[in-house]
């Protein structure tokens, strides 16, 4: 492959200086700032019509969003009408801030301004590239031909808003391309636009930082976000933002080092939907620092109805991988992670009891899962699943699960070979339901009666032990759930021909429980025949 074609030179601060973001530690919640409405939209192939407009704007404000780019209504008749929609509609929550998207050009300027007629706060979003590949080739612009439109395009905001009536209007700036930007010119061009519009800590300006083609690792951009942050003129009137796109698969690590860098706020979408491979996605960062014991400051209780709302307006499938949210992001088919889940989950459950609390406020400790799926509206049934891969430590999870079947470690053993060879002989995956009637069969399971003068368990196999001159090794009693059928357990396990066999039975009573296994012992054993008249 011709690699060499892609040697980049990385645009880093100017040299001598010593970065501090390693040394932190992200405590709380960035803003969120949601441009699923924009910057999603515009990357659908089928762009969302006012109906999905709306109820992603409606899922976006009952997530907790309080920042919200709805659109660029320069671009489109749609655009524009939606934004017209919410703000002649009243459909803007009070706690929320609105923000629309522009091109620093004048026209577009203009019809932006006419869309937030009538709202009573929004942010208009100025933008416009300035990165020497985007100036020379894309624009054919110098130096200073791109410092005067950023000046021409912040008075006019300024001149705009002056004239908004009842609007409040804030501004944001992005020096788009900002990852490839000279630093020092980025820098220059952000203190323009800030004094131009009159940034003051009391009305900041957002300074939006993007890596519209992500091109470097994040540990660079880190250090890009941090020199501008430490050596912009007026800081304190700044809320510093980033907008982090996914073309090297590291948007998530981009937006936490720049959090530790020094940006308050960072842009994105749920799940990740962008122009290419996607903008950052919002719901894996705010679970990453809810993973952490940090306060996400979202509602993602419910992530499968944040997810279907999603996937309905983009007309885009979540990948079943994707973090937090995929269909198989808390399931584990492999043995050894099965057997260490099932028993990371049985450890809590003991905590829990010890110290007399309930399990869904105990810290959470489970190996290979970073977070309780519960807290985000997700059952423990599909954190196992059973196919040839799995061990017996799954399959003994599944059964205690779905049916409070608790098998002895030996038995355990036993009845895994009997499921992987039935998942190879399908060639794919069980279902619980598959694996119990697979349990029944294997185990003859019956319903014959128990002896009515039976003490107990062990009476009751010392029984059949006599009646067909064998010895049994073991009595292992048990509960079940109501799923079984029948609310007592019982294992027993015959030595014959120098191998060990196991029976399994369910009844009413232990002792009838004891006989059936003793019975199911016996049948598979081969040693059942005169069976009915030792009841």
Known sequence: MPFRRYARSEPTPTAGWLRRWPDQESKRAPIWASVDLRDGNQALAEPMDPGRKRRMFDLLVATGFKDIEIGYPAASTDDFDFVRELVSKDGIPDDVTVSVFTPARPELIERTFEAIQGADRATVHLCH?????????????????????????????????????????????????????????????????????????????????????????????????????????????????????????????????????GADRVEGTLFGNGERTGNVCLVTLALNLFSQGVDPQLELSDIDAVREVVEDCNRLPVHPRHPYAGDLVYTAFSGTHQDAIAKGLAALADR??????????????????????????????????????????????????????????????????????????????????????????????????????????????????????????????????????????????????????????????????AHRSARSALRRAGLDEGAREAQ
């Open 129 to 261: 590239a300035t990165a020497c590949l985007w100036r020379e080739v894309v624009f054919g612009m110098s130096r200073d031909e791109v410092r005067r439109m950023a000046l021409e395009g912040a008075q006019q905001l300024v001149r705009l808003a002056e004239r908004a009536g009842g609007t409040d209007v804030r501004f944001e700036y992005s020096p788009e391309t900002f990852n490839l930007t000279e630093p020092e010119f980025a820098l220059e061009i952000a203190n323009l636009v800030t004094a131009t519009v009159g940034a003051t800590p009391d009305r900041p300006l957002v300074l939006n930082l993007p890596t519209t083609v992500e091109t470097h690792s994040p540990n660079v951009f880190a250090d890009q976000v941090e020199w501008m942050h430490r050596n912009l003129d007026r800081r304190d009137a700044i809320v510093l933002s980033v907008h982090p796109h996914n073309d090297r698969g590291t948007a998530v690590a981009s937006a936490e080092l720049a959090v530790l860098a």
């Open 352 to 513: 829990a009891d010890r110290e007399g609390r309930d399990v869904a406020e105990t810290p959470w400790q489970v190996p290979y899962l970073p977070i309780d799926p519960k807290d985000v509206g997700r059952d423990y049934r599909a954190i196992i699943r059973v196919n040839s891969q799995s061990g017996k430590g799954g399959i003994a999870y599944v059964l205690k699960a779905g049916w409070g079947v608790d098998l002895p470690a030996e038995l355990r053993r036993d009845f895994a070979s009997v499921v992987q060879g039935a998942a190879d002989t399908l060639g794919r995956e069980l279902e619980p339901a598959e694996i119990w009637q697979l349990l029944r069969e294997t185990y003859c399971l019956d319903d014959s009666p128990a002896p009515a003068d039976a003490a107990d368990e062990h009476e009751a196999v010392a029984r059949q032990a006599a009646a067909h001159g064998v010895v049994f090794t073991r009595v292992v009693a048990g509960g079940t759930a109501a799923a079984a059928g029948e609310p007592a357990a019982c294992f027993t396990a015959l030595e014959t021909g120098g191998r060990t066999v196991w029976g399994i039975g369910l009844a009413a009573t232990a002792a009838g429980a």
